[in-house]
T-cell receptor, first 116, second 116 residues
Framework: GAVVSQHPSRVICKSGTSVKIECRSLDFQATTMFWYRQFPKQSLMLMATSNEGSKATYEQGVEKDKFLINHASLTLSTLTVTSAHPEDSSFYIC????????????FGSGTQLSVL | AQTVTQSQPEMSVQEAETVTLSCTYDTSESDYYLFWYKQPPSRQMILVIRQEAYKQQNATENRFSVNFQKAAKSFSLKISDSQLGDAAMYFC?????????????FGTGTLLAVQP
């Protein structure tokens, strides 16, 4: 099956620094990638949708200047948490799809971000 | 706006027994997909089963089956012959077929414990 690699799996950073999370589709071209955020024992909340070569579409309430998303190629999307604060600590998950079809989405293994 | 509701925060089942997880959703669309995802302690999202709204036949995948009631907007998951490895958080999810992207809207999740 298709594989989505997400890196790093865990990151600890100081408040005020920026952190970049990568999401790669290893064996297929991902026209669309999604970024989710999950707080402990809660559901996945969609943050944004990124399409290769275009600006990401952010969900209501998500700060686009805080969470920068870049989808520069068909196999790579990055999420940068800028000027991170403790309240940004969370589990971030990406998912990717080959096209707009609904066969299924392929999920990365997630990144646990802890901001001190 | 589409919403997905899981009214059972936690469920418990004895090994080898059957358990049913509930999910209801709200949408004004007629063409959509419904999913059940499993999230074990590793936090990797695993697709359990998928249902196309236009199909009347309930989807099945080995020990997993759904009861899809389109008019009632209900989509329950039945796990037969429960195994210890089935213990996980289960999320019901919705995806609109005709949207610009195939983004998933998740329910709040049901934590399933399997007792030996």
């Amino acid at each position: 099956g298709a594989v989505v690699s997400q890196h790093p799996s865990r990151v600890i950073c100081k408040s005020g620094t920026s952190v970049k999370i990568e999401c790669r589709s290893l064996d297929f071209q991902a026209t669309t990638m999604f970024w989710y955020r999950q707080f402990p024992k809660q559901s996945l909340m969609l943050m944004a949708t990124s399409n290769e070569g275009s600006k990401a579409t952010y969900e209501q309430g998500v700060e686009k200047d805080k969470f920068l998303i870049n989808h520069a190629s068909l196999t790579l999307s990055t999420l940068t948490v800028t000027s991170a604060h403790p309240e940004d600590s969370s589990f971030y998950i990406c998912s990717a799809s080959r096209d707009r079809g609904h066969e299924k989405l392929f999920f990365g293994s997630g990144t646990q971000l802890s901001v001190l | 706006a589409q919403t997905v509701t899981q009214s059972q925060p936690e469920m418990s089942v004895q090994e080898a027994e059957t358990v049913t997880l509930s999910c209801t959703y709200d949408t004004s669309e007629s063409d959509y997909y419904l999913f059940w995802y499993k999230q074990p302690p590793s936090r990797q999202m695993i697709l359990v089963i998928r249902q196309e709204a236009y199909k009347q036949q309930n989807a099945t995948e080995n020990r997993f089956s759904v009861n899809f009631q389109k008019a009632a907007k209900s989509f329950s998951l039945k796990i037969s012959d429960s195994q210890l490895g089935d213990a996980a958080m289960y999320f019901c999810a919705y995806s609109f077929q005709g949207g610009a992207t195939n983004k998933l809207i998740f329910g709040t999740g049901t934590l399933l414990a399997v007792q030996p």
